[in-house]
């Protein structure tokens, strides 16, 4: 049986929850007689929210469960009282995920970051109660309103991955042997093509603790913008890379010619958006250690006018492999990690070298007194130096 494990496209059924209805009550108590209208209002319907997540990686969850309806508000009541909202309901889905009207075609929102939460449909009013339709010559008013439909339509989800670095290459060329020794990550590696069927991200470590993502996706083959092999479906993926890189197998396994295969590559692309022609690129020599590369790479320089960086990913510790996790790092500058907001741009190293700004720094104890009784109760803290205490006055 066939298991579906990633989706990167699905329509869906959005629809907020009804408002709830008004209610038309009258006080009825001892001793208190035309005790008046006192029916309640309804509660608002739920909100369906979009919401960009880390921890989800395909649109897996919705292609099974399309359906995503909030709840209706609650009805309003007698004395006054008011009914429950309808709770939101909140749909994670992965940073990078486009949302379209599908009737219209008309882009909804693009969700980028972690935490970014986009009301998509809005929950419907509640209705009024009877109160409020009271006036001085209308003293029983049997009026009240019902509650307000939410929005309700289809979307379409797309998903195209955020990678700083995406990997472009025909299959076999070694594009998910090089992300296993630069990354964490551990894609298929095989000797037949298209053993890559999903895109895979994975995360490139520097000593100064700043991270690079590079994702690996289907190798494309002459023709895809046609829809061959598994087509220009996955080209999207890379899309938004801010660095293409071309993997480019110098070996030239199957009798194929490198030089050809990185033109038919860029006119690939170029198909399918020209404007990433544009984009800052590297271009790798792969299987530099198989005889007839080192031919092959001299024969790519003339016939191409481009030098790639050679390398082979046999070896984790390659140099050409080494010298590419630094050119991705000097085309992207990444800021490392906890340097307290600091942005990219200036270079990693440089900015953990320089003086630390001292606004950037975290709170310290100075200026801040703890009592001095406090600090008794609370011998497991880390006790800022004594003069930093208060002592208690006495009266
Ligand atoms: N000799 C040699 N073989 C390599 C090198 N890199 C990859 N290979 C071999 O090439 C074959 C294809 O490698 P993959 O990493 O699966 O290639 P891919 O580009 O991800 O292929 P698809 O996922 O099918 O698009 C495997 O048999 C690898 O062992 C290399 O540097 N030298
Ligand atoms: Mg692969």
């Known amino acids: 049986m066939k298991i579906r494990k990633f989706i990167d496209q699905v329509t869906v059924h959005v629809r907020a929850g009804k408002g709830g209805n008004g209610s038309g009550s009258f006080r009825r108590e001892a001793c208190i007689p035309l005790g008046g209208p006192d029916g309640g209002d309804g509660g608002r319907g739920g ?18 469960a399309p359906q995503l309806f909030a709840e209706n508000g609650v009805a309003g009541s007698g004395r006054r009282k008011y009914g429950r909202n309808g709770r939101d309901l909140i749909v994670k889905v992965p940073c990078g995920t486009e949302l379209y009207n599908a009737e219209t075609g008309q882009l909804i929102v693009d969700i980028v970051e972690h935490g970014q939460s986009v009301t998509v449909a809005t929950g419907g009013k509640g209705g009024l109660g009877n109160v409020h339709f009271k006036t001085s010559t209308h003293q029983a008013p049997v009026e009240h309103t019902p509650g307000v439909s939410g929005d309700e339509f289809r979307v379409t989800l797309e998903l195209k991955t955020i990678a700083d670095a995406g990997l472009l290459g025909f299959p076999n060329a070694g594009k998910s042997s090089l992300l296993r020794c630069v990354s964490d990550a551990q894609p298929k590696v095989a ?82 958006d020209a404007s990433l022609l544009e984009r800052p690129s590297i271009v790798l020599a792969n299987k530099m250690d198989v005889d007839q590369a ?49 942005e990219g741009g200036e270079g990693a190293v440089e900015a953990a070298s320089a003086a630390p700004d001292e606004t950037l720094l975290p709170p310290t104890y100075e200026g801040e007194f703890i009592h001095e009784d406090a600090l008794k109760h609370a011998s497991f803290l880390d006790l800022p130096p004594k003069s930093l205490t208060k002592k208690k006055r006495r009266t």
């Open 294 to 342: 080192q031919e092959n790479l001299s024969r790519f320089i003339q016939e191409t006018g481009v030098t790639p960086i050679p390398l082979s990913t046999l070896e984790r510790e390659n140099e050409g492999v080494v010298r590419f996790k630094r050119e991705i790092w000097e085309l992207l500058r990444p800021s490392p990690l906890g340097s307290w907001g600091r």
């Open 191 to 272: 000797s037949y093509p298209f053993t890559t069927l999903n895109p895979i991200v994975g995360t490139v470590k520097y000593d100064d603790f700043s991270q690079l993502r590079v994702a690996d996706v289907p190798g494309i083959i002459e023709g895809a913008a046609e829809g061959g092999g598994l087509g220009l479906r996955f080209l999207k993926h890379i899309a938004r890379s801010t660095i293409l890189v071309y993997v480019i197998d110098m070996a030239g396994t199957d009798n194929r010619d490198p030089w050809d295969d990185y033109v038919k590559l860029r006119r690939e692309v170029e198909q399918y």
């Open 47 to 64: 909100h369906v929210i979009f919401q960009g997540s880390h921890d989800v990686n395909s649109l897996i969850n919705l292609y099974f």
